[in-house]
């Protein structure tokens, strides 16, 4: 497998390609030692003629028709799930995701691009009679359509290469735009590979091309670029607000990080709680944006949850992917430092080790810290890995009040048996969804999927995200009667 991916080229108006300048960034993998692929590092000058490829095809590609456009999606789907174990044993190399969870990855992204497809093919736009409003006639008939921006500029992040890539690539093609994809590097072995399905597909050159190069030389180039025309963003918070700064007035959709609470009432059902804080927290070692990041449990079932959890944390599979474990090494030794540090912040304050806090390189055991009070880091800050902090509190008010401190606002959990109160809790949490009584998740694809404060702006999920690259056009028809 390494040797095959080594010196991978870049894809840009149907051609396979090096980069002139010579130079290649290395990809190291979590859990290996050693390159386990090279991509090429794009110049400006390479990523503005891939960005000039794909303008000018957009127009035609616009015109082909809705059902040839998703016949070659579908074709892509297809080859995206004839090479499933390829493209899973290459995410496992590069992002260090267990076979499982990549396998399940590309069906799901199959299942994605169809139905996106499919959406698209269900979607008419409206007419409007003028005298609908004061003083208008019948006669002024509007005819509102929807169509494509242009040139969608779609990065994506490490943790989902191939799913968080073809959610942005699907609706963006399906609705008449054509594409710069940007794959996280960490994750651009997969992108690279997800092209030559693309390739195989069939699709007319200059609809996609991959730019791939570090983010921090070649993101704002990107971004900044007078003929893109929207920017599909998932990653960071920081990434993400510094891109909307220097966006312009190009419409942006930004998926960000989150701090999502898990709040655990006492009325609630300890073992439906526990199996999803569990996996809501630990599946991927916490590296999921909708990772459950904190507990927030009344002190009447405090002790009774803790045992529970900690008696669960300490059956996770810890150790390498190759292996199938559920907490796997951290993506890289800057991330596993950033956990170390939030763990060491709160022993350090007073926090209660329940289990963990043992480090082998990038991997991180999971980790369990009770007592966790609003002094403390891991409170507040992403760890984007295997620790859960929970936090005890006398009351739903109080439960609200720190979920709404956060300056992320993605998505919570409510754990209870009442209704009313899981509804009364809903309504004050300032998140873009609620889950109750499950785990917090992005799925199932077709639900509107999105973060508010730092966790984003805009909204994705298939209809969302097809809206999003769309804009409307009205035609309006003046009959003589
Ligand atoms: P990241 O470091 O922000 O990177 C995300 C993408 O942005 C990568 O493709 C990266 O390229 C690129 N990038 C870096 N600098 C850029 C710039 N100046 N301009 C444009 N693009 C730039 O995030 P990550 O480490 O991959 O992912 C972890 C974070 O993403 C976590 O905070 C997590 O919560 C969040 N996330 C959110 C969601 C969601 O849907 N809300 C989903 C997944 C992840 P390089 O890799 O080349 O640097
Ligand atoms: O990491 C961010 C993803 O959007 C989370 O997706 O909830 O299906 O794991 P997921």
Redesign the pocket.
């Known amino acids: 497998m390494e040797s095959t991916l080594t010196a991978q080229r870049y894809y840009v108006n149907g051609e396979w390609k090096e980069s002139t300048t010579g130079n290649v ?1 290395e990809i190291m993998s979590p859990y290996k030692e050693g390159v386990v692929g090279t991509v090429q590092a794009l110049s400006q000058e390479e990523a503005a003629a891939a960005i000039q490829s794909a303008k000018q095809v957009q127009k035609e590609w616009a015109k082909v028709s809705l059902q040839e456009k998703a016949d070659l999606l579908y074709k892509w789907a297809d080859e995206l799930l004839a090479m499933q174990d390829e493209l899973a044993q290459t995410m496992m190399l590069e992002v260090g995701k267990s076979l499982k969870d990549a396998k399940s990855e590309v069906q799901r992204t199959y299942d994605y691009i169809r139905y996106t497809a499919q959406e698209a093919l269900h979607t008419n736009g409206e007419s409007m009679r003028g005298d609908r409003f004061p003083g208008g006639s019948s006669s002024k008939v509007g005819i509102v359509d929807r169509v494509p921006l242009g040139v969608i500029l779609a ?6 290469p191939v799913n ?1 890539s073809a959610s942005k690539l699907a609706p963006a093609l399906i609705s008449g735009n054509t594409v710069i994809f ?7 072995l997969s992108g690279i590979k997800m092209m030559e399905a693309f390739d195989r597909a069939g699709f007319p050159a200059g609809v996609v091309n991959i730019v ?9 180039f ?2 900044e670029h007078k003929d893109i025309s929207m ?1 599909s ?8 607000e ?2 909307a700064k ?1 966006a312009g007035m190009k419409p942006v959709v ?5 701090k999502d609470p898990g709040i655990v009432r006492e009325d609630a059902d300890l073992d439906k709680a526990v199996k999803n804080i569990i996996s809501g927290a630990y599946s991927y070692s916490g ?5 459950i990041k904190r507990v927030l449990v009344h002190d009447n079932v405090a002790n009774d949850l803790v045992a529970r959890l900690q008696a669960e944390v300490e059956k996770l599979a810890v150790g390498s992917p190759e292996d199938g474990n559920t907490v796997v090494p951290l ?1 890289d030794s800057k ?1 596993a430092d950033g956990v170390q540090a939030l763990i060491d912040d709160a022993l350090e304050k007073g926090a209660t080790l329940i289990a963990g806090n043992k480090r082998e390189g990038n991997l991180i055991h999971p980790t369990l810290l009770d007592h966790v009070t609003e002094d403390m880091e891991v409170a507040w800050v ?1 760890p ?1 890995g295997p620790v859960l902090p929970v936090i005890r509190v006398g009351s739903d008010e109080e439960a609200i009040e720190l979920a709404n401190k956060s300056e992320y606002g ?1 998505q919570a959990s409510i754990f209870t048996r009442d209704v009313d109160k899981a509804f009364y809790i809903a309504n004050e949490l300032e998140t873009g969804a609620v889950q109750i009584n499950g785990r917090t998740e ?1 799925g199932p694809d077709h639900f509107p ?1 999105l ?1 508010v404060k730092g ?2 702006m805009g909204t ?1 999920g298939i209809a969302n995200s097809i809206l999003s690259m769309t804009r409307e056009k009205l035609t309006v028809l003046n009959l003589d009667k």
């Open positions: 960034v990065i994506s992040p490490f943790n989902y968080l940007k794959p996280a590097t960490q994750g651009a791939t190069g570090r983010g921090s030389v070649i993101g704002d990107l971004v920017v963003f998932t990653g960071g918070t920081k990434t993400g510094n891109l220097i930004l998926e960000l990080g989150g590296q999921r944006c909708t990772a993506i991330s992403e984007f993605l992005r999927f973060g966790s984003g994705q």
